[in-house]
């Protein structure tokens, strides 16, 4: 069975609780915490495109400044609708995507890239298939605050336990 903390946080307040001490107190109080899933990427915020020029050696490339909220950052992007005013999700090196996949900062074709530009598909959060490929990067809405954590704006920010429950244990059944 498995228990979204974002539920439990409707009722108790564990905002400020470290996820994997939580899950020890849980644990040692008599429900055992089999794993523990983040569903976060870290360095992933909101930005928008400031300025959106082609690559000088490429006819695919854009070289963009994308405002993070307390920088704006260069980021080459070889998505097709990549343009000026759009708000974005931008991995920030040091973010690790699915399959492992760290973003560094880099030079692509001899320019200078501080992270990437990015669609859902890349976040694990839709299928990798040819429609979704050809949509691009993801657009936010124009509201989106800049510079805030990517992942909790979208509402996948969350951490479940898988707890392994003894079959006496009836009063920890009813969770759905």
Not at 7 to 22: Q, T
Not at 73 to 96: E, F, H, M, Y
Not at 100 to 126: D, H, P, T, V, Y
Not at 156 to 169: A, V
Request: aromatic share 6%; net charge negative.
């Amino acid at each position: 069975m498995a228990i979204s903390l974002n539920w439990v946080n409707d009722y108790i307040d564990i905002e400020k609780e470290d996820k994997i001490e939580l899950a020890n107190k849980i644990t040692k109080a008599g429900i055992n915490v089999e794993k523990v899933n983040v569903f976060n990427i870290k360095n992933l915020v909101i930005g928008e495109v400031v300025e959106c020029n082609m690559h000088p050696d490429s006819d695919h490339l854009h070289v963009c400044k994308v405002n993070i909220g307390d920088d704006v950052t260069q980021i080459v992007c070889g998505a097709s609708n990549v343009r000026t005013g759009i708000k974005v999700i931008v991995a920030l090196p040091g973010a690790i995507l699915p399959g492992n996949f760290e973003i560094k900062q880099s030079k692509i074709r001899g320019i200078e890239s501080n992270g990437m530009i990015c669609a859902l598909f890349e976040l694990g959060l839709e299928e990798k298939n040819e429609e979704n490929y050809n949509k691009g990067i993801c657009e936010l809405s124009l509201d989106a605050p800049i510079g805030e954590d990517a992942f909790k704006y979208l509402g996948y920010g969350d951490t479940s336990y898988e707890l392994d429950l003894n079959p006496n244990r009836t009063d920890c059944n009813n969770h759905l």
